[in-house]
């Protein structure tokens, strides 16, 4: 049955009850030492014609949505959502249904690996000797000259590399991902310490609302948690008997989120924090109460020329406010990705302490802290990348490990991250797919893909505590190692502080002792008398959540007395039109490798397999752009080339572009296709350190060429410009 377990030693470990059921589904701790094996060598507890289930977390993305994956005869057949987990309750996304598409991709990583650092030379190598150079690599430098780049996911790997770090006396791991730069994560949780004296994400109660202003926040295509936000929004739209909530969004193009709302206002970039403060004075003088000191020196009739709104639209959606008993507004997406996004977000939460919704019901709350979790731990901020790289260019960083991101990618090409690297003498990547990242590493020593591996991810926004939880679905396909099990065994090769920092025998012992302070816990989602049996229930259900909300209500006061000025944002360059990048809905920042995520149509364009540029129908008529048109973008950063698609719900002075192709690695789906817009990025940056991303002013040059973008739409119709 393996080389470990008998199946007499197997059968004993099976206890009656519950926990037997959970460890013969693979979710007890005995499970790891089980080699689940393909049809041709079936295992003895897996039978024709039926299929086991096995609760996983999504690894798709940091938002901890739990799976359930459908297995038969050894292999992963299908996935769906864990209806228990209180972050997605049975639901997912295309990118989690895509999952699988992943696991058996055929450009994976399969054995560890020593190149040439992008050369093309590449030799195949043992695990042995890959611990090996994992262990030189962490006792032959000074702890300070040691860097951990990590991506958002998975938790329980960034507490394991943070534990050695601290211990050995290295510089804390610093986390990133594109789509924390592009949701404004360090600028929300910075904008409610500055507000509520906690740095924290906030919480916004969508689905008790009767009311949601949203400003630029895409939460229903790829912003924070976008599963739970639809189920949130699905509540808000039709859970209660006699009313239907209200929808109102701001932001310069039409998204999905937009095309879901009651109203869709189209205002300058830029302007959004002065229109918030508009509405909160509007709202105060409807209700002809004193209007807050921070609303004050708000003119509403200025403002709406500046924003490029009419004022009788401010006016009527102050009524909205003043008509509705649970407003809600939400700061995010665009709005906060500019110069003035920190100020621009503080204004968006205090419009809320105008609404009098803080720790109300349809109103703002602080998320709290996630199981095992001792404080907020947010992503790295670009600014934070910035002085990595600097350190990096200093020779300060001699070696840098780095797993699940992908800064020569994600990262504006400005930043120079890639031409960084070759003043670090050794970089090891632990990528399961050759990103660009990787294949720019001395080493890729492969991690599972998630869906073949052990591990946990907190939930960033919930009411309640979650702590979902991830196992093996399958035996692993290739001869790839769990990065926490490679840096556990050369951590005791190295010996001394590093061996004193892990002393694990694996990295199911690490987890179980991070999981260790919640058994006997009576307010989870279930009890357990120690530790091994708690680990069967984890496995079983698919994390371990509280039972009851546990937010806590922001301090109004301070939000309401605050001198606020967002202005209007800066934009570098001295281009014609605004560029927003958004996140692709259906690519996401690592999805551009699944076939069946290349094929889903955008929700607003029913583009496919590639990369276009949003122009509307006016402002390309006066260019003589046609559909199809090749053209080339350029800021002062630099250019990208792209088709235009003519997309009426865009303002005249914005153009578009969405992130996830125009990658040169990656595999055969992916690379060589489309164009990435980030690399046209100006490096500016807002007072919390996060990107001004949708703060560069461009300029668009016809090139003199065609490709006609697949579409499942027709060519004539709503999308079609007609010349009179």
């Known amino acids: 049955m393996s080389k470990q377990l008998s199946r007499r030693d197997f059968l004993k470990l099976a206890t009656a009850g519950a926990a037997t059921s959970a460890v013969l589904t693979g979710c007890g701790p005995a499970s790891r030492y089980v080699k689940r ?29 739990g799976l359930v994956v459908r297995t038969m005869q050894g292999r992963a057949i299908k996935v769906e959502g864990n209806a228990e987990n209180p972050v997605n309750l049975g639901k997912t996304c295309a990118r ?72 050995i006396g290295a510089p804390a791991p610093v986390r990133f991902g594109a789509l924390s730069m592009f949701e404004s994560r360090a600028t929300l949780s910075r904008a409610a310490e500055e507000l509520f004296g906690q740095s924290a994400m906030p919480y916004f109660d969508i689905a008790n609302s009767d009311l949601v202003l949203s400003f630029g926040a895409n939460f229903l295509e790829t912003w924070i948690s976008p599963v739970s936000f639809t189920r949130e929004y699905a509540q808000m739209r039709r859970g209660k008997p006699r009313k239907r909530g209200y929808f109102v969004q701001f932001e310069s193009r039409m998204s999905q989120t937009a095309a879901k709302a009651d109203e869709w206002v189209p205002l300058r970039p830029g302007t959004e924090g002065l229109v918030a403060l508009a509405i909160g004075k509007l709202v105060a003088e409807a209700k002809d109460t004193a209007v807050p000191a921070s609303f004050e020196a708000i003119d509403p009739a200025e403002v709406a020329r500046t924003a490029d709104v009419k004022l009788e639209t401010l006016e009527h959606i102050a009524q909205l406010v003043v008509d509705s008993e649970h407003p809600l507004a939400v700061p995010g997406g665009t709005a906060v ?42 992503p790295a901020s670009p600014e934070e990348m910035l002085n990595l790289i600097w350190k990096m260019k200093d020779g300060k960083v001699k070696v840098l490990f780095i797993h699940g991101v992908n800064p020569v990618f994600e990262l504006p090409s400005h930043l120079g991250f890639l031409d960084t690297l070759q003043y670090v003498p050794q970089v090891i990547s632990f990528a399961t797919f050759p990103d660009e990242t990787a294949v720019a590493s001395d080493y890729i020593f492969p991690d599972h893909h998630g869906l073949e591996s052990w591990g946990y991810q907190r939930a960033v926004v919930s009411s309640q505590p979650v702590l979902s939880g991830a196992q093996p679905v399958i035996s692993p396909f290739f001869n790839t190692r769990a990065t926490a099990d490679v840096l556990i065994a050369a951590a005791q090769q190295a010996g001394g502080q590093f061996a004193e920092a892990l002393p694990f025998a694996d990295e199911v012992a690490f987890i179980q002792s991070k999981l260790s302070p919640l058994v006997g816990d ?29 937010l806590s209500a922001p301090i109004a006061s301070g939000a309401l007395t605050k001198k606020l000025d967002p202005g209007v944002a800066e934009f570098s360059g001295e281009g014609e039109f605004f560029f927003v990048p958004f996140v692709s809905p259906t690519i996401g920042e690592a999805g551009a490798n699944k076939p069946w995520l290349q094929e889903l149509p955008d929700p607003t364009t029913t583009v496919t397999w590639n990369t276009w540029v949003e122009m509307n129908p006016e402002t390309a008529h006066e260019l003589g752009i046609d559909n199809d048109d090749i053209v080339e973008v350029m800021s002062e950063a630099g250019s990208v080339q792209a088709a235009v698609y003519l997309y009426p719900a865009i303002r005249p002075d914005v153009i578009a572009m969405p992130f996830g192709q125009g990658h040169t690695a990656y595999g055969q789906f992916a690379a060589g296709r489309g164009a990435n817009p980030v690399n046209i990025l100006s490096i500016h940056f807002n007072a919390a350190g996060d990107l001004a991303f949708a703060g560069v002013k461009v300029n668009v040059k016809k090139t003199g060429r065609k490709h006609e973008l697949a579409r499942m739409e027709g060519k004539v119709g709503v999308y079609e410009f007609r010349k009179e």
Request: hydrophobic letters at 35%.
């Open 37 to 65: 094996e393909p049809y041709m060598k079936m295992p003895e507890y897996t039978y024709n014609g039926l299929s086991t289930y096995y609760a996983t977390t999504c690894r798709e993305c940091a938002a901890a949505c």
């Open 96 to 167: 989690g249904q895509a999952t699988l598409q992943g696991l058996y991709n055929p450009d994976r990583v399969e054995n560890p690996t020593q190149q040439g650092r992008g050369k093309g030379a590449a030799s195949q190598m043992d695990w042995d000797a890959a611990i090996q150079v994992v262990a030189e690599a962490l006792k032959n430098n000074d702890p300070s000259e040691i860097a951990f780049l990590m991506g958002t996911a998975p938790d329980h790997l960034f507490d394991l590399v943070s534990d050695l770090a601290n211990a």
């Open 337 to 378: 990705g500019q110069t003035n996004g920190l100020a621009t977000a503080e204004s968006v939460l205090a419009l809320n302490a105008q609404f009098g919704n803080y720790g109300m019901t349809g109103g703002v709350y602080i998320s709290p802290l996630g199981p095992n979790q001792d404080e907020y731990h947010r």
């Open 522 to 550: 009576p307010d989870g989602s279930f009890l357990a008398p120690e530790i091994n049996m708690f680990s069967a229930y984890f496995q079983q259900h698919g994390g371990w959540w509280k039972n009851d909300p546990a």
